[in-house]
């Protein structure tokens, strides 16, 4: 059923680690690329496939109606990864959340539904859950995002579902837990924590450092997404994580270790406004339809410590 598929957001890091992915399983289908090329969209994420002859790539923005419409000709599945995605930065300017993540995610559904798209994925988090002190959510859990950015991601979410119940677009949504891995942009905790270290800088760790988080590898999130396009139910939600929940200081002091470094390198710096104090999924749901993750975590921290050891080239100049 899946032949041409259109990636959206694909040079960032979890698109393009998805690009890659489905190019290597799948010979015979073709990937085009639509991306804005924000401050988080870097081609360097796709240089070795710029000359594949499967791979194909539009610059250009998902609340621009005519290249959506443009884009989707041919095409048949649609993976949606595009948003704008650092909470921090949510935090000083909602703007861009809500245009892209909402009102580009519209864009895209009115485009497929006109385009009769056969299977739409929309990517989304577990952050549009909201915290939680004990237990795991449940795709069936009520909605309390607390950021601009989960408040965005939630209304895609639901916009997402109204396309399924008014107009049976076939949207499938996924739920992801944090992801760490290649190709992340250096604002993000673990790379920027690597790279910082690396650069003989410190660490800063809100507050006392006792958020937990649930760890994904970026991998796994893109096996679990190409799963649910070849298993999943046209209309469901399914939560993707890993299991591997960590304060931040836990994952700051693994991170040291494997660098060499000790705690004088932390500091600790002033809570994130309304930064949420735990997220937790459970995913059983996704793990009854057959999907389960395949890298432990340590050797998957180690092997990403490692990649940004070893790629200075592709995030210096993101850092200047
Ligand atoms: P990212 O910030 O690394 O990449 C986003 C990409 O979208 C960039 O290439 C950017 O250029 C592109 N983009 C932004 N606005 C656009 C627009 N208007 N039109 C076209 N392209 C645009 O993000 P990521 O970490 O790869 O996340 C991808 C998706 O996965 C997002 O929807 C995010 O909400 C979701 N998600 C991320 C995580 C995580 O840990 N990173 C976890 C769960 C879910």
Same mark, same amino acid.
């Given at each position: 059923?899946?032949?041409?598929?259109?990636?959206?957001?694909?040079?960032?890091?979890?698109?393009?680690?998805?690009?890659?992915?489905?190019?290597?399983?799948?010979?015979?289908?073709?990937?085009?690329?639509?991306?804005?090329?924000?401050?988080?969209?870097?081609?360097?994420?796709?240089?070795?496939?710029?000359?594949?002859?499967?791979?194909?790539?539009?610059?250009?923005?998902?609340?621009?109606?005519?290249?959506?419409?443009?884009?989707?000709?041919?095409?048949?599945?649609?993976?949606?990864?595009?948003?704008?995605?650092?909470?921090?930065?949510?935090?000083?300017?909602?703007?861009?959340?809500? @245009?892209?993540?909402?009102?580009?995610?519209?864009?895209?559904?009115?485009?497929?539904?006109?385009?009769?798209?056969?299977?739409?994925?929309?990517?989304?988090?577990?952050?549009? $859950?909201?915290?939680?002190?004990?237990?795991?959510?449940?795709?069936?859990?009520?909605?309390?995002?607390?950021?601009?950015?989960?408040?965005?991601?939630?209304?895609?979410?639901?916009?997402?579902?109204? $396309?399924?119940? @008014?107009?049976?677009?076939?949207?499938?949504?996924?739920?992801?837990?944090?992801?760490?891995?290649?190709?992340?942009?250096?604002?993000?905790?673990?790379?920027?924590?690597?790279?910082?270290?690396?650069?003989?800088?410190?660490?800063?760790? $809100?507050?006392?450092? &006792?958020?937990?988080?649930?760890?994904? $590898?970026?991998?796994?999130?893109?096996?679990?997404?190409?799963?649910?396009?070849?298993?999943?139910?046209?209309?469901?939600?399914?939560?993707?994580?890993?299991?591997?929940?960590?304060?931040?200081?836990?994952?700051?002091?693994?991170?040291?270790?494997?660098?060499? &470094?000790?705690?004088?390198?932390?500091?600790?710096?002033?809570?994130?406004?309304?930064?949420?104090?735990?997220?937790?999924?459970?995913?059983? &749901?996704?793990?009854?339809?057959?999907?389960?993750?395949?890298?432990?975590?340590?050797?998957?921290?180690?092997?990403?410590?490692?990649?940004?050891?070893?790629?200075?080239?592709?995030?210096?100049?993101?850092?200047?």
């Amino acid at each position: 059923m899946m032949k041409n598929v259109l990636v959206t957001g694909g040079c960032g890091f979890i698109g393009s680690n998805f690009i890659r992915h489905m190019l290597e399983k799948h010979p015979n289908i073709n990937i085009l690329n639509l991306d804005k090329l924000t401050y988080a969209g870097n081609p360097d994420n796709l240089r070795d496939l710029e000359d594949h002859p499967c791979y194909g790539f539009v610059r250009g923005d998902i609340c621009d109606a005519s290249i959506v419409n443009n884009v989707m000709k041919n095409v048949d599945t649609v993976v949606h990864f595009a948003a704008e995605s650092h909470v921090d930065r949510s935090i000083l300017d909602g703007d861009a959340f809500v @245009t892209t993540n909402v009102l580009g995610t519209h864009t895209l559904l009115k485009a497929a539904l006109e385009h009769k798209i056969k299977r739409f994925i929309h990517v989304s988090t577990d952050e549009v $859950y909201g915290s939680i002190m004990q237990g795991s959510f449940k795709e069936t859990d009520i909605l309390e995002p607390s950021s601009p950015y989960s408040a965005s991601k939630a209304g895609s979410d639901l916009l997402a579902l109204a $396309y399924h119940n @008014t107009y049976k677009l076939p949207v499938i949504v996924t739920r992801c837990t944090n992801n760490y891995g290649p190709y992340q942009f250096p604002e993000k905790l673990i790379p920027l924590f690597v790279t910082n270290l690396m650069q003989g800088k410190r660490v800063p760790v $809100y507050g006392t450092g &006792k958020n937990i988080r649930d760890w994904l $590898y970026v991998l796994d999130h893109c096996s679990a997404i190409d799963f649910i396009l070849q298993n999943g139910t046209d209309g469901e939600i399914y939560n993707i994580g890993g299991g591997e929940e960590k304060t931040n200081l836990e994952i700051t002091r693994m991170i040291l270790r494997l660098l060499e &470094k000790d705690e004088s390198m932390i500091e600790y710096v002033r809570d994130r406004p309304g930064h949420d104090f735990r997220y937790s999924l459970d995913i059983s &749901k996704l793990k009854r339809l057959g999907w389960s993750p395949s890298y432990r975590f340590e050797d998957a921290l180690e092997a990403t410590v490692k990649w940004y050891v070893d790629n200075r080239w592709w995030w210096e100049k993101l850092k200047r």
